[in-house]
């Protein structure tokens, strides 16, 4: 994917943030890189660009585009967080063998009726699917759930 940089220097803007080297070196890896890394894959690649951005500052600095809404964490279980650039709007998939995590495509989900939502805002919402990736999946049967024995 070819990165504009004025793009994402007025995403910034417009999001509230300041533009700073550290910052675009983020966004533009993010961009580049749809394939969901975690903060090591991201700090290691950033580092590499930009010797100056610490641990912190990249910890840091994602935080604050996640909190204005350009970046996606996305929660793995047992594993990792792995951070995507929001784009075009998808839901995601994460497969419980090997934890890639796979943009889905989009469909509307119906928010809940109000009156179950209490004094809760909701901001926005997106599905994870989780199950075994096509590749795991291949030539490996699907295990199925255990039942619980309950002996007496």
């Not at 300041?18 to 966004?27: G, I, N, S, V």
């Not at 910890?59 to 929001?86: I, P, S, T």
């Amino acid at each position: 994917m070819v990165v504009d940089a004025e793009q994402i220097k007025q995403t910034l803007r417009e999001s509230g943030l300041r533009c700073t080297p550290q910052r675009y070196a983020l966004m533009a890896f993010l961009l580049e890189h749809p394939s969901h890394p975690n903060v090591a894959e991201i700090f290691a690649a950033v580092n590499r660009v930009d010797p100056r951005c610490s641990r912190a500052t990249t910890y840091n600095n994602l935080r604050a585009l996640v909190q204005a809404g350009l970046v996606r964490e996305v929660a793995v279980e047992g594993r990792a967080a792995r951070f995507d650039a929001k784009g075009l709007q998808h839901h995601h998939f994460i497969c419980d063998r090997c934890g890639e995590v796979e943009d889905m495509d989009w469909y509307d989900v119906p928010l809940p009726a109000s009156r179950t939502l209490g004094k809760r805002t909701i901001r926005e919402s997106e599905l994870i699917f989780r199950g075994v990736c096509e590749k795991c999946s291949r030539g490996v049967p699907p295990k199925r759930p255990r039942r619980k024995t309950i002996t007496t």
